[in-house]
């Protein structure tokens, strides 16, 4: 069964680093998403993108995140100066098509980001 | 008000047990309800969809959603230990472009042997 590939599995960074969080979407896939459960709260949605923009992001998402289809294959999460309050699991999903019809988004297994 | 509320647990029960699980939520504009499952460290899981109200069946799982109450359940017939796991639901609505998700916060449930 096709799957999205998340790496790394865990990373561990130091606190104002720069860490790229990569992800291999199920290739039929068009709709590209990231989101992160930090350790004992909810899954929360960070950003949306489709036909390479970004068509929804929440509040969590500022200026230190940005995402990137670089090459048709892998999606990217950059965290450009990470704080210790970015510690969190990481997971990004994809979906196929119209939410009306196939609402199933797939997740990755997450990479697990600590900052130290 | 959170949108979307959930009991954490967690729920045990006996193996053979039927399990209820549920969640409230706020926003009127949500259409799209699912549950997920979820393993400890591991990626969300997608095990029933519903689009607006009504009821689900697929194998020991069934999905209902009241839009009037804003009370979505989802039922397990006949548990098995490897229903152990984290339940979270998740909605979305037309509000949402990119129909991002609002989930609960999970419900975690063992079923004993």
């Known amino acids: 069964e096709p799957e999205v590939t998340q790496t790394p599995s865990h990373q561990v960074t130091q606190m104002g680093q720069e860490v790229i969080l990569r992800c291999v979407p199920i290739?039929?896939?068009?709709?590209f998403y990231w989101y992160r459960q930090i350790l004992g709260q909810k899954v929360e949605f960070l950003v949306s993108?489709?036909?390479?923009?970004?068509?929804?992001k929440s509040e969590i998402f500022d200026d230190q995140f940005s995402v990137e289809r670089p090459d048709g294959s892998n999606f990217t999460l950059k965290i450009r100066s990470t704080k210790l309050e970015d510690s969190a699991m990481y997971f990004c999903?994809?979906?196929?098509?119209?939410?009306?019809?196939?609402?199933?988004?797939?997740f990755g297994s997450g990479t697990r980001l600590t900052v130290v | 008000q959170k949108e979307v509320e959930q009991d954490p647990g967690p729920l045990s029960v006996p193996e053979g047990a039927i399990v209820s699980l549920n969640c409230t939520y706020s926003?009127?504009?949500?259409?799209?309800f699912m549950w997920y499952r979820q393993y400890s460290r591991k990626g969300p899981e997608l095990l029933m969809y519903t689009y607006s109200s009504g009821n689900k069946e697929d194998g020991r799982f069934t999905a209902q959603v009241d839009k009037s109450s804003k009370y979505i359940s989802l039922f397990i017939r006949d548990s098995q230990p490897s229903d152990s796991a984290t339940y979270l639901c998740?909605?979305?609505?037309?509000?949402?472009?990119?129909?991002?998700?609002?989930f609960g916060k999970g419900t975690s449930l063992l079923v004993t042997p």
């Open positions: 290739s039929n896939h068009l709709y």
């Open positions: 999903a994809s979906r196929k098509g119209a939410f009306r019809t196939n609402y199933g988004y797939t």
């Open positions: 993108f489709y036909n390479n923009e970004i068509s929804e």
């Open positions: 998740a909605m979305s609505g037309l509000s949402n472009s990119g129909y991002a998700l609002n």
């Open positions: 926003n009127s504009a949500f259409q799209y």
